[in-house]
C-alpha cells in the first residue's frame, strides 16, 4: 500500500462537530468523513514540487507558502483524529491543518506561483530533469513534468477555492 499525502477542506463547525464525535464515542470516533468534492490527494508529489521549486530558485516567501501548504501547521489541536483504531494518518505524521486566514494567505502566494516557467529551468530531457528532481522522479509514469504540473495546478485550485468558502485545509499522509 503506498503512503500518499491527502488534503482536506473543512469548515471550523465540520471539525468541531468531529471533535465532539470523537469525545462521545466509546471508540474515539470521530465521524471524519469530509465530502469527496473536498479531498484531495497528492500521491507523492510533496517532496517533488518542493525540489522543482528549489531547483527553480523560487523565492523564500513563496517556497515558505508551498511548504506550508504541504506540512500544515501544528496549532489546531488534531490528536482528535489520530487515535487507533479512527486514525486518519496511521503511516505518517500526525494530522495538521491551516486555519481559514492561514490558507487564505497560502492561496494567494500559490496563485502568483508560475510552476510552468520553473519546470522550464529543469533540463529539457526527461530523464535529465527526473535525474536531477530525485526522490523517485525517475519511475513516475507519463512524464515527471506532466506529473508535477498536474499535481501543483491541482493544489493551487484545491487553495484557491477553500477562501472562498471560509475552509481550513487538514493534511495527512495516509
Keep these: 500500500m503506498a503512503v500518499t499525502q491527502q488534503l482536506a477542506r473543512v469548515s471550523a463547525e465540520f471539525l468541531a462537530s468531529c471533535r465532539r464525535s470523537a469525545g462521545a464515542s466509546t471508540d474515539g470516533d470521530p465521524l471524519w468523513d469530509p465530502p469527496s468534492a473536498d479531498v484531495l490527494d497528492l500521491d507523492w508529489a510533496?517532496?517533488?514540487?518542493?525540489?522543482?521549486?528549489?531547483?527553480?530558485?523560487?523565492?523564500?516567501?513563496?517556497?515558505?507558502?508551498?511548504?506550508q501548504a504541504l506540512d500544515g501547521d501544528t496549532a489546531i489541536d488534531?490528536?482528535?483524529?489520530?487515535?487507533?483504531?479512527?486514525?486518519?494518518?496511521?503511516?505518517?505524521?500526525?494530522?495538521?491543518?491551516?486555519?481559514?486566514?492561514?490558507?487564505?494567505?497560502?492561496?494567494?502566494?500559490?496563485?502568483?506561483?508560475?510552476?510552468p516557467a520553473l519546470l522550464a529551468a529543469l533540463p529539457t530531457d526527461g530523464a535529465a530533469a527526473a535525474s536531477l528532481i530525485g526522490n523517485g522522479a525517475d519511475g513516475i509514469v507519463g512524464g515527471t513534468k506532466e506529473y508535477l504540473l498536474g499535481h501543483f495546478s491541482a493544489?493551487?485550485?484545491?487553495?484557491?477555492?477553500?477562501?472562498?468558502?471560509?475552509?481550513?485545509?487538514?493534511?495527512?499522509?495516509?
Excluded: K
Excluded at 477555492?161 to 481550513?168: M, V, W
Design 46 to 67: 510533496p517532496f517533488l514540487l518542493q525540489r522543482v521549486c528549489e531547483l527553480g530558485g523560487l523565492d523564500g516567501v513563496h517556497r515558505n507558502a508551498l511548504q
Design 78 to 115: 488534531l490528536a482528535f483524529l489520530n487515535t487507533h483504531p479512527h486514525a486518519i494518518g496511521p503511516f505518517g505524521p500526525d494530522p495538521t491543518a491551516l486555519s481559514a486566514a492561514q490558507v487564505a494567505r497560502v492561496a494567494e502566494l500559490l496563485g502568483q506561483i508560475d510552476f
Design 155 to 174: 493544489m493551487r485550485e484545491f487553495y484557491r477555492d477553500a477562501p472562498r468558502r471560509q475552509l481550513l485545509v487538514v493534511l495527512w499522509w495516509d
